[in-house]
């Protein structure tokens, strides 16, 4: 993108209007990361918590050495729940493995259930193994969406020896947490993974059959399955 175009977006950012702001930020998707920065900063105290969930979210698909210290003063010192959340996420697609140790300290310690599952969710887009004994607590949380997030995270840190953990939800009367449960086993190769994953085969709702299959197919597929 020129340098004109740069200036046009920078001066729509600057607009009253949020509609203008917020189309602006949305063009920034066509910037490379290094120009798209400097834009994004613009907005990221907006007063629009709309705009800064966007701004917040850009940093983490926009990715520069700057963007890992911006996240983590979100995450840490931001009083509104939704953009800490805003905040984890982005963490989790920024793929940074620093982010590993604020994520589980937010999963434990946040006080809002939104933010936890946000970064439960990050905490499995990191692929670190070192998450699984936050994750195994937060099995037990109350919220459902939080048990959802922590099944689908185990099974996207490969964590084996999760499996007994993640079976208890295997009969879970929300279709959506048997849904995790199936998609999680598709990437832990056990017999009992197997085994289970034959039961929800036979589930009464059909996504959660469909993903059973689907991850059934995953560990046939595997060497030496």
């Known amino acids: ?17 949020t509609k203008d702001r917020m189309l602006a930020l949305a063009a920034l998707q066509h910037v490379p990361a290094a120009d798209a920065l ?15 969930a966007m701004a917040i979210f850009a ?28 905040a984890a996420g982005a963490l989790g697609y920024l793929q940074d493995p620093r982010a590993f ?16 599952f946000s970064a439960a969710v990050s905490l499995g887009n990191l692929k670190d193994p070192r998450a699984y004994d936050a994750l195994i607590q937060a099995l037990d949380s109350q919220e459902v969406v939080l048990q959802q997030a922590a099944i689908s995270a185990l099974g996207e840190i490969k964590a084996v020896q999760a499996v007994e ?23 832990l190769p056990s017999a009992k993974s197997l085994s289970a994953l034959r039961y929800l085969e036979k589930d009464s709702h059909t996504q959660v059959a469909q993903a059973a299959s689907y991850a059934i197919q995953q560990l046939l597929d595997q060497p030496g399955s």
């Open 1 to 17: 993108m020129n340098s004109a175009n740069l200036s046009y977006l920078s001066t729509q950012l600057e607009s009253e209007n």
């Open 38 to 52: 400097p834009l994004i900063k613009k907005v990221l105290d907006d007063e629009s918590l709309q705009i800064r």
């Open 59 to 86: 940093l983490g698909i926009k990715q520069t050495d700057e963007c890992y210290p911006l996240l983590l003063d979100i995450l840490t010192n931001e009083k509104d729940y939704s953009i800490r959340a805003t």
């Open 101 to 116: 140790e604020p994520l589980v300290r937010t999963l434990y310690e946040d006080t809002d259930w939104l933010v936890r």
């Open 165 to 187: 953990h993640i079976l208890r939800f295997v009969q879970s009367e929300d279709w959506l947490v048997r849904q995790r449960v199936a998609e999680a086993l598709g990437q």
